[in-house]
């Protein structure tokens, strides 16, 4: 074939290619992660509430620092030590013009337990005993045992209307038969792990989109992530790559977004009195737990230089953490100040704590939940054998490491923890209260750390419907448990998107949901 | 030829039940799945019934007998993650994967077999050399790596082809698949040639070899001294004879492209099965798993039993009876 030909030819497929693009109202995403199910009752599973959160409704929104906006409910309160009274929004209606009540929001909270999956949803209705229709507007929630955080839970609880029946599961939704909501979308087709596309839907209760149509292509592979958005078959992409964030930063054609996310690294020191993993001390195994004493889990903190983790090892994508939760969350106490890095005094409470020559320690991380989490994993295993100790630093997959984390083999690990909710109780009650499955609080409390003043403090605080006090008593827990350095905060983890330069503006939520009714074109004219 | 079946199918049982222990016990060792996906601030009532409700509490011969009674009964189970029957699933992909390897292999073949043929008929030209060298690059090179070059070159810089994903779907002889239309042509040429470079540098290097060793060969010389042309004797005798070795590695890598096809699927973002299995890997999505690998063990019984086939055609010394 002539080469005038062939390169005909391949621009010829190419403009076939490229024509779907060019509508002005269209948006199209790059994302990482997608939905497992359009039921919205499927699974907790963050990318699922995110696409879904296009086409349903939630009755409590949050807005981009996790703080409780009005959603489908337009007013809560408790109005008796277990009942809660949601207003509902009047005037809205589904997707397929039924108008929207409060028998829609009794049949969505009943309907959880019967179809959803593995990522249960019966997390956000552990407090509901029983929903009370009072009127087509008003509905009352009866919870079991007093249950200040009901509306948190409730950000993440959507409303499908009552008239698709029970018996519908995930082959309803996917097919879009069931898919009818009251959200800025109405769905239009998916591909488990391809496209979600989604079209306008006028009538929403916010008010028009600006988008008629959205398409979330589901890319998970970085490298193809920004190659999409680099040639154009994208408008904005998520989870941009540290190592694509810097030329990307000084590329005029791209627009980069950066914020806090609500995921931070702690590390996780076990007080129990046999460790998991032995310990040495010159070469030999030692019967006690070094890390049980306050002084030598004190020195591992102050021996750990956060400006470097993140400005050297994070490529300045990260904020030093003090605290288990980003700034602003209900319950982060302004009495830590900043974490110092003070490598003398560490060495200092280590020989006070009997260890001057230090010991050899066992350290696992996981390798690819988050950005950085391997490469800070090494960063610390270094800063603490300045410290003196001999570190085995190890980072594992998520899907080795999460089973032998829950079954308490490490004797000092590092993961990510996100607070979801935007408010103490959700990491606090998880994960540094006593284990005690009965109350049902402490599941991932893998250290064996148990200090009765902390879960009298946060106890108390989950027992209060006030909310000023409430927020005192979660304050103070937040001080009680890094006191005791019961887990060690390393760094918040920042996430990038990346868009075309000057055709969109977003504000980037720190729960790192991307909402195309949040992000808004550029008029060019 | 029946008998050769018959055995064919008794081997292929055994190994398929072989597969599915071995399968079942490593997915076993690697832990509980619940523990993978369960959302953090899940009480452990929560966690206790979803095990329980999954049948994860139960020993693992337990397990094992529950999932081989599903599958006597045709039920290959359903997807944890999607909560979908697997088969639906996996064949829902499987026209993504068939078209991308197809294509690729076919640009492998049509363009590898020549020019080894041509490598090893003219062994010391500059060009075969410069063939031989290109093939080396071929199979040596990491194919993410080459699939970002052609990204970056082709649709980032310029700009002629899109950088990922699958095409718009037409119909061909009753047929869903992107390869009835442009668009779809355009999706998927640059993950093709990603996959076949590999392929081709393997085909090229097998051709040349066999080509050398044949044209010393006595009947090359007796044809030659017949006076035969040499296309004649390229084409009619000496490829026939060197295709024993070409056939075989062809179907190994038709199979494994098929069914591993993951890198390139991933760096081309291509709707596959083989992100699908990486993706149900990572999620630990038990019931996806231990069956994709048990359809793989199929696939390749029924590859191998063609190359059976397709050898007794090409050497009428092979005898499928299998006695003697």
Known sequence: MPKSALRTGIAVIALLAAAPAAFSQDLTL??????????????TLGSQAEALRHIFDTLVDADDTLQLQPGLAVSWEP????????????????????????EDVKFSIERIPGVTGPMSMTLYTKYVDTVEVIDDYTVHVHTRGIAPAL??????????????GEGVGNEEFNSGEAAIGTGPYRFVSWQPKGDLVLERYEDHWRGETPWERVVRKEIPDDAARVAALRSGAVDLINYVPASDFMSMDNNPQIDTFTADSVYILNVQPSVK??????IRVNGRVIDENPLQDLRVRKALDLAINRDVLVNVVLEGLGTPANQLMPEGFFGYTDEIGEKEYDIDQARELLTDAGYPDGFEIDFTCTNNRVPGDAVICEALAQMWSRLGLKVNAQALDGTVF?????????TMAMSAWGTLTGEAAYTYGAMVHSKDPEKGFGNFNRTGYSNPEFDDVFVAGTQTLDVDERRALYEEASRIAMEDRALIPTVILQTVWAGKADTLTFTPRVDQETRAYEIHPVDAE | MFGFIISRLLQAIVVIFAMSIIVFVGVYAIGNPID?????????EIRDNLIRQYGLDQPLWRQYLSFIGNVAQGDLGRSMVYNTSVTGLVFSRLPATLELVLVAIGIATLIGIPAGLYAGYRPNSFSAKAIMALSILGFSVPTFWIGMLLIMGFAVHLGWLPSGGRG???????????????????????????????????MIRLTRAGMVEAMQTDYVKFARAQGLPDRQIVFQHVLRNISIPVVTVFGLELGSTLAFAVVTESVFNWPGVGKLIIDSILQLDRPVMVTYLILVVILFVIINF???VVYARLDPRVRLGGTK
């Open chain 1, 30 to 43: 790059g994302l990482r992660a997608g939905p497992d199910s359009i039921d919205p009752h499927w699974s």
């Open chain 1, 79 to 102: 109005i008796e030590e277990t009942v809660w009274e949601f207003k509902l929004r009047e005037g809205v209606t589904f997707h397929d013009g039924t108008p929207f009540t409060a």
């Open chain 1, 151 to 164: 509306p948190n839970d409730f950000t993440r609880m959507f409303i499908v209307p009552s008239e698709i």
């Open chain 1, 273 to 278: 009195d046999e460790v998991p993993q032995p």
């Open chain 1, 402 to 410: 999460f089973p032998a984390a829950a079954n308490e083999e490490y």
């Open chain 2, 36 to 44: 993978v996906m369960i959302d953090p601030a899940a009480t452990a």
């Open chain 2, 168 to 202: 718009d779907e037409g119909r061909f002889l009753g047929i869903s698949t992107s390869l009835a239309t442009a668009n779809g042509w355009s999706h998927v040429i640059l993950p093709a040639i990603n996959l076949s470079l590999f392929k081709m540098g393997l």
């Open chain 2, 306 to 308: 063609t190359i059976d």
